[in-house]
């Protein structure tokens, strides 16, 4: 029959019947075989399977399929899985993690003396790398300062509107900027003050620096906070801002060598500079998928298991054949290393595959804001997106 | 995505400050040629983290014929919708429902996920205890 032939009744009902249970399932996977990955798109728009299914978009039965499960809730490490998402929406709170979430971070650094080995524009650089924590109220609580953008920098210049700007925000002040100052010398170790001559040891042969000298090292935990105006009771006592690792080398001293400088911190964002991004890494991976066909049985059992990383395949006693045969334990520890598609005697035994709407995701915060924080603010930042261009919308159908 | 407007949005997320929407720009525009059933939209300063979710969103819609989002080029903060309809569906009102839809479906997850982690933390604690 031509394919343009009319269809058969039964062809006709099949055509107009929702998908299956079963059917549904396979729909989820993005098959993984040997030398290639299809069914990569998601295909649950309306249309693509006929009229019979119905694709469109339903909140409640969205709210009955969205699962989310824990794997870890550390304030640096969270590790979650997002199930019944698509990638696009999975993908836009990954981006709004590493990107948008506004955190503080030090933004200039004024030198005041650095007769360091390290060049001041190196210094300062490092400096705006450092992460810093501090009381969350007091940090959401601080406003974004809106600086004028440099006159040499004509694309900049031609986008600012001053008018856009609130006044509050033109001018450093206490809502909008955090002061941190350093001011570290270096000097020989002395028998006064420090209960030992860092000369006399230097005569002897010690090679070691910080034993000759104090402050030899310049540590974050180093850098002091100037709280200004009410920040003194925003950031009282434990909510004093503060590097999150106090132990970060800044730079290094000899005698005679001193830092002084006075830094400014402000809020911003990701997508204007790394230092801004709240997350070490935020990113999901899919949940691999291992579907035993045929029975895997004995020797080759052992020899499946090995294909995988340790803890993916398990052996059970099969009542059936009286041997151990392959079970999948947790495909969750599986790197989808596709090694066993090299061998010839599973090749047609076993399927892999991913879960297309299955994310397990990992958030490292940097130590400001606790990973599901962050990630709540991520969702947060979306919605306002989408309420934003709400108004622009109606704005627009208003003719402003 | 401009770090004013951001600060905005950051107020509108954690209700600290009353803001002032009216000093807001305008970052929608109607590209020309568009008409009532197929319209092309101008997003300023928005990139493929709003473009793709919403262009997802706008799929759902059985009304929709056609969704599709650009970013014409990388140096320009500017991101194109593309919607056509069926049946004379109006195109603006297909991408107001994308975005009630995108912002039903943010509040749905951050539910979810609230749930999901008290639940986790008060096992694991009772785990510490015990």
């Known amino acids: 029959m031509p394919s343009w032939a009319p269809l058969s009744k039964e062809e006709l009902a099949k055509a107009r019947a929702p998908l299956s249970e079963e059917q549904l399932q396979q729909r989820r996977m993005v098959r993984i075989n040997a030398e290639t990955v299809t069914d990569t798109s998601a295909t649950d728009i309306p249309g693509h399977w006929g009229p019979g299914q119905d694709d469109s978009w339903n909140l409640e039965r969205f709210r009955k399929s969205l699962q989310i499960t824990f794997h870890q809730n550390k304030p640096l490490d969270a590790t979650f899985s997002l199930i019944g998402v698509d990638a696009s929406i999975a993908n836009a709170f990954r981006r709004i993690l590493i990107a948008e979430v506004p955190t503080l971070s030090i933004e200039e650094v004024f030198m005041l003396d650095n007769t360091s080995i390290i060049q001041d524009e190196v210094l300062a650089h490092r400096m705006g790398l450092i992460p810093l924590i501090g009381g969350h109220e007091g940090l959401r609580w601080l406003r974004r300062f809106e600086k004028a953008p440099p006159k040499d920098d004509f694309a900049a210049q031609a986008k600012y509107d001053p008018d856009d700007v609130e006044d509050n925000a033109k001018t450093p002040n206490d809502h909008n900027t955090i002061v941190l100052e350093l001011d570290v010398t270096c000097r020989w170790a002395n028998e006064k003050e420090d209960g030992r001559d860092g000369r006399k040891l230097a005569k002897e042969g010690s090679t070691d620096p910080t034993e000759k000298y104090i402050n030899s090292n310049v540590y974050a935990k180093q850098l002091v906070f100037k709280p200004q105006g009410e920040q003194v009771s925003m950031f009282a006592g434990e909510n004093a801002i503060r590097t999150a690792n106090p132990d970060i080398l800044i730079a290094k ?16 964002i990701g997508a204007d500079h790394a230092k801004f991004s709240p997350v070490a890494t935020a990113s999901y991976r899919l949940l691999p998928h291992i579907d035993i066909t045929q029975p895997i049985l004995g020797a080759d059992a052992k020899k499946f298991a090995k294909c995988f990383p340790k803890g993916v395949i398990g052996l059970e006693h099969d009542a059936e054949s009286g041997q151990e045969k392959a079970v999948v334990i947790d495909p969750m520890k599986d790197t ?15 399927k892999l595959g991913r879960i297309r709407d299955h994310f397990i995701f990992s958030v490292e915060s940097t130590g400001q804001f606790n990973s599901d924080e962050l990630f709540l603010d991520s969702i947060r930042l979306l919605k306002a997106k989408a ?4 108004r622009h919308l109606t704005e627009l159908e208003e003719g402003r | 995505m401009s770090a004013q407007d951001n600060d905005r949005e950051m107020a509108d997320v954690n209700e600290t400050a009353t803001v002032d929407f009216s000093r807001q720009k305008q970052r929608l525009r109607l590209l020309p040629g568009s008409t009532e059933t197929a319209a092309s939209f101008a997003f300023d300063q928005e990139d493929h983290t709003l473009g793709n979710a919403l262009r997802y969103m706008i799929m759902k819609n059985p009304d929709v014929e056609f969704c599709g989002y ?5 140096s320009e903060a500017t991101m194109n919708l593309r919607i056509q309809t069926w049946d004379g569906v109006s195109a603006l009102e297909v991408l107001r429902k994308g975005l009630n839809d995108l912002a039903d479906l943010c509040d749905v997850v951050e539910d979810t996920f609230t749930v999901s982690r008290d639940k986790f933390n008060a096992a694991n604690s009772e785990q510490m205890s015990s």
């Open chain 1, 253 to 268: 001293l000899r005698p005679g060598q001193r830092i002084k400088l006075s830094c400014h911190c402000i809020k911003g």
């Open chain 1, 387 to 390: 309420e934003k261009f709400k």
């Open chain 1, 336 to 350: 989808v290393s596709r090694e066993c598609l090299r061998h010839d005697e599973f090749k047609d035994k076993v």
């Open chain 2, 70 to 74: 650009s970013i014409p080029h990388p």
